[in-house]
């Protein structure tokens, strides 16, 4: 069952940050208006006390105090009845300032404030300032005005800086995918470019280091059909060789030819084993590698060819995998079988820093360049033209280098740095 592909990384970031930033403003906005809207009608409070006190301390020229034009004054009884100027013909807060104190209160669709006028004639007199609650209900909708239209500022720019955050998060992603779609179809060469974000160019490294793992892998794999075919060319002739001439070679001890055959078969099983394992990198650990016991294989394999090793002075100690060792010198042995003639040697020395194998023939030699030598020609997949290529692949997987150091008569040497 396939999900529904989910929305897109750009889209989510772009959501997720304004809607962020939407939320702290709201979370701000609200606070800030309902403090604007408390402060405006606390403003009109204290100047309506103050005038409300000029008001009452002038006594009967109340009416000639000058007060803002949106505001009414008005003197009332002690019983909160008007007696002169403006406002309704009964107040409540009026009325309730017969304790002397100043009073305010919502009356008649304005905001009222009194004061008691201190002993003057009818005592006990009140003077009433009023302001319209639609004049503090105005300032206060300009200011929340002012707070949206900063709020809608504030989202743009919230808005254009996650637009452009989620395109640079998003970006690295999304080639990131492009180059895994072009491994996916056996584009071993794919490389993502570097972002600037750390997590990003590290899975970007991650899928080059694999890209190349894998064309490695891919190219040894496709590679192994024709090693095989290669190294087991010659064992595997001489298998035949001795079961044909032990079935007609009359009185011929057949017991002997099968276990020399089953012998022959179990090396032969072994060179798959040892190659398989070489093509996918996955053979055992690097190893200090024993020279005479190699070498002491080496001529146990190769029995009735004219074969001698040697090994010249104390070794430096190297770290390969022996199985490679093994391959290499047996493509080589079989190249001087094949192709060269006389006695066939194998040394190993030091030469200071590393450990060199000479394999040498008395053959007429080789012409050509020496990348030509070592290239894999087309028909490998038959055996031919394969073992050297192979031969050097080997030893530059093991840190090493094998080279043609005499074409005439030929020598062969396989350089394995030091440990």
Excluded at 41 to 59: F, N, P
Excluded at 141 to 155: F, G, N, Q
Aim: glycine fraction near 12%; charge should be positive; proline fraction near 5%.
């Amino acid at each position: 069952m396939t999900g529904s592909p989910g929305a897109p990384l750009r889209r989510r970031l772009l959501l997720t940050i304004t809607g962020i930033t939407a939320v702290a403003v709201v979370l701000l906005t609200i606070p800030l208006a309902v403090g604007a809207r408390e402060l405006y009608r606390a403003q009109a409070v204290a100047t309506l006390e103050r005038d409300a006190a000029r008001v009452a301390a002038g006594g009967l020229t109340a009416r000639r105090v000058h007060v803002g034009r949106a505001m009414t004054v008005g003197i009332y009884r002690p019983g909160g009845v008007r007696a002169s100027g403006a406002g309704p013909a009964r107040s409540a807060v009026a009325a309730a300032t017969v304790d002397g104190r100043s009073h305010q209160a919502d009356e008649a669709g304005s905001l009222a404030v009194t004061a008691p006028i201190p002993g003057g004639p009818g005592n006990g007199d009140v003077v009433r300032v009023a302001l319209p609650k639609r004049v503090i209900a105005a300032r206060t909708t300009r200011a929340w005005t002012v707070m949206v239209a900063c709020a809608l500022v504030i989202l743009g720019m919230a808005a254009f800086v996650a637009r452009r955050q989620s395109r640079r998060l998003a970006r690295p992603l999304e080639r990131l995918t492009l180059a895994a779609q072009a491994l996916g179809d056996g584009d071993f060469t794919v490389r993502a470019d570097r972002s600037g974000l750390r997590e990003a160019d590290e899975a970007g490294r991650a899928l080059e280091v694999t890209a190349r793992r894998l064309g490695s892998m891919l190219e040894r794999e496709r590679a192994f059909s024709a090693d095989v075919s290669h190294q087991l060319r010659t064992p595997l002739t001489g298998l035949l060789l001795g079961l044909e001439a032990a079935l007609e070679r009359p009185g011929a001890d057949l017991r002997d030819a099968a276990r020399n055959a089953v012998r022959r078969g179990e090396r032969m099983r072994d060179i798959i084993d040892e190659l398989l394992l070489l093509a996918r990198d996955a053979g055992p650990d690097r190893a200090p590698l024993d020279v005479p016991a190699l070498l002491d294989d080496l001529n146990a394999r190769w029995e009735g060819v004219d074969l001698t090793t040697a090994v010249h002075g104390t070794l430096p100690v190297v770290h390969v995998k022996t199985s490679a060792v093994r391959q290499i010198l047996d493509v080589l042995v079989d190249n001087a079988v094949e192709h060269g003639a006389g006695p066939i040697t194998v040394e190993a020395s030091d030469i200071g820093g590393g450990l060199a194998f000479d394999v040498a023939d008395r053959g007429p030699g080789i012409t050509g360049r020496e990348d030509e030598i070592f290239a894999r020609r087309a028909g490998g997949g038959n055996g031919h033209g394969i073992g050297l290529a192979l031969a050097r692949t080997l030893a530059e997987a093991e840190g090493g280098r094998l080279v043609l150091r005499r074409p005439a008569p030929p020598i062969f040497t396989l350089l394995l740095p030091a440990t």
